[in-house]
């Protein structure tokens, strides 16, 4: 079985994103990075799909988890290692 794609929509200067990012790599969970940052067609993307303004903003597939608090609550309760492995 292949893991569902992890999505970080974030912005450089954000210590929120650079917490989530870390929290992932930690884990050695591949994740693709779209900085919305000077970016309008990307935010507008992460707008649609999260409906939240704020960055970060993760999704494991198509999945919604939220920003960085969220992702932390995730992986303490060990919703997130059953999210990626497709439970």
């Known amino acids: 079985m292949?893991?569902?794609p992890i999505t970080v929509y974030s912005a450089a200067w954000c210590p929120y994103c650079q917490r989530a990012?870390?929290?992932l790599a930690d884990k050695k969970l591949a994740f693709a990075e779209i900085d919305v940052e000077g970016d309008p067609?990307?935010?507008a993307e992460m707008v649609a799909r999260?409906?939240?303004r704020?960055?970060?903003q993760i999704f494991i597939g198509d999945r919604h988890i939220g920003g960085?608090?969220?992702l932390f609550e995730f992986a303490a309760s060990g919703e997130l290692e059953r999210l990626i492995q497709g439970d």
């Open 21 to 23: 990012k870390a929290l």
């Open 54 to 56: 704020t960055v970060p």
């Open 2 to 4: 292949t893991r569902p």
């Open 41 to 43: 067609k990307s935010r």
């Open 68 to 70: 960085c608090d969220d």
């Open 50 to 52: 999260s409906g939240q």
